[in-house]
């Protein structure tokens, strides 16, 4: 553990002068819900938790901590899984958070765009959008409370990543203030722009440590004019293959969710979220979610869902399904999915993989997982969710009935690299969404070839010479 280094009051009440008082916590108390994360697993005591509400204050801020090399932690709204906007235990660094930075600059609905600030929450943009007759399709559990400040230093992924793409895909341009307190203005709208290197593309992704991303032009679509929301039971991961294949050569980008789920993370949800029901009368070992959208109407996408369901059911993928008849049933439905990482947690300890594979490999690598999971800790549950469509799995691990929570996570070190070099053998990849952060830098550096490495810390040194921004977080 690194000894504490105390920030000098007077250097925190030059930083605090720039967002005034009242947006400068050092309180304790108000300070402590920006060093608690969502796992637990990381966090330490901020110096200082600074709440700008503008791209200049963020610019004078950055400025003065490269004038006197005071650490700073970006945070939106600390939804982030890999410990990457937690400070450390030194008691030294500010966390800088973007949530006053909240605005909706411009919405263009010719250009399909709207410019947005890196605080503003995901539900509310896509609540703003909504009204405007148009769709920002990215979608994650916790877009009740993550910003897209974060989204983008995360590059998100979601439900919506199959049809839609990543966060990274929705991102047209991007203003960024460098650790040097110099503004990078690219908030251009352009969907073709051959001019140079793509600079918005080295800060999306890099999770706070080349600079500070303060607003976004962010893509837009056409609402769509029919909707349609499925829950099928399948008889295993290679039924859902095949059902998939089908849907997707079938219903094309109209198919714009296919989520797949074990029994187990289900009966999680089921035994722990009130008001939550079964889909099904019956139970079944496999699970799928599929939405379809059409541009030209409901009866479009419900076409297209029954033939997908029906063709599924003759060729024997399909147990059983059902449709949502109504928008709260559909949302009913989609609580089931979402609501499997935060159900997880009331079964004790877990062991989290957000890895990717190729979808075709899919089947082979959860009967391969598994076997190497009970090898690593006979009596383990494995929880198994996530993206099927695009690859990838939320393949977790949670502790044996009645074991010890301490004594479980004693093989969390033993259970990734099983579960990782099953990954690997497939050309996957061990961080889908979820990013590096603290968590998993070390099997970074690890796992990928060193040109990659160097060539990441030749970046961070020309970017951020003295080394302020999220400082061990990354590389």
């Not at 280094?5 to 002068?17: H, I, N, Y």
């Not at 108390?29 to 700008?52: D, H, K, N, Q, S």
């Not at 060729?315 to 999915?337: F, Y």
Request: charged letters at 20%; hydrophobic letters at 45%; glycine letters at 10%.
């Amino acid at each position: 553990m690194n000894a504490p280094t105390m920030l000098d009051p007077a250097l925190a009440s030059r930083f605090a002068e720039i967002v005034g008082e009242r947006h400068a916590l050092r309180d304790e108390a108000e300070i402590a819900p920006y060093t608690v994360e969502p796992r637990g697993l990381f966090g330490g005591p901020a110096a200082l938790v600074l709440r700008p509400c503008t791209t200049e204050e963020v610019s004078r801020i950055l400025g003065l901590a490269s004038e006197t090399g005071t650490p700073i932690v970006p945070q939106g709204g600390n939804t982030g899984l890999v410990g990457g906007q937690m400070p450390d235990s030194t008691g030294g660094e500010i966390v800088l958070s973007l949530s006053r930075m909240n605005r909706i600059r411009e919405f263009d609905l010719s250009s399909n765009t709207v410019t947005a600030e890196a605080g503003v929450v995901l539900q509310t943009l896509q609540q703003e959008v909504a009204a405007k007759d148009r769709l920002f399709p990215l979608s994650l559990a916790s877009e009740g409370s993550c910003q897209i400040g974060g989204n983008l230093s995360s590059n998100a992924g979601g439900i919506g990543a199959l049809a839609y793409g990543t966060a990274r895909d929705l991102c047209l341009g991007l203003e960024v203030v460098l650790p040097t307190g110099e503004i990078l203005d690219d908030l251009r709208k352009l969907k073709k722009d051959n001019t140079g290197y793509d600079l918005k593309n080295l800060f999306i992704g890099a999770e706070g440590t080349l600079g500070v991303i303060t607003a976004a032009v962010l893509k837009l679509f056409p609402k769509a004019k029919g909707r349609e929301l499925a829950w099928a039971a399948v008889a295993s991961p290679i039924a859902a293959l095949r059902l998939f294949e089908a849907a997707n050569d079938r219903a094309g980008n109209a198919l714009t969710a296919f989520e797949l789920m074990e029994q187990t993370p289900l009966n999680f949800v089921l035994k722990h979220m009130p008001a939550s029901k079964p889909p099904f009368a019956k139970s079944y070992l496999w699970h799928v979610m599929i939405e379809v959208s059409s541009g030209r109407s409901a009866e479009d996408a419900q076409s297209l869902m029954e033939e997908i369901l029906g063709q599924g059911l003759e060729k024997g993928w399909v147990a059983d399904a059902v449709i949502a008849q109504t928008v709260a049933q559909a949302a009913q439905l989609r609580r089931l999915r979402e609501g499997m990482s935060e159900a997880q947690k009331m079964e004790g300890g877990s062991i989290k993989h957000d890895v990717s594979v190729p979808v075709a490999a899919i089947p082979e690598f959860i009967a391969r997982a598994g076997k190497v999971a009970q090898e690593v800790l006979p009596g383990c549950r494995v929880v198994c969710f996530g993206h099927m469509g695009d690859g990838n799995l939320h393949y977790n691990v949670s502790q044996p009935v009645g074991m010890d929570k301490a004594v479980f996570l004693s093989h969390y070190k033993a259970m990734n690299e099983a579960v990782h070099a099953v990954v690997r053998t497939f050309g996957g990849s061990f961080s889908a969404e979820h990013g590096i952060g603290r968590l998993k830098r070390e099997e970074l550096v690890a796992t990928q070839p060193a040109i990659a490495t160097d060539l990441m810390r030749r970046l961070k040194q020309t970017l951020d010479p003295k080394g302020i921004m999220n400082p061990g977080k990354v590389i």
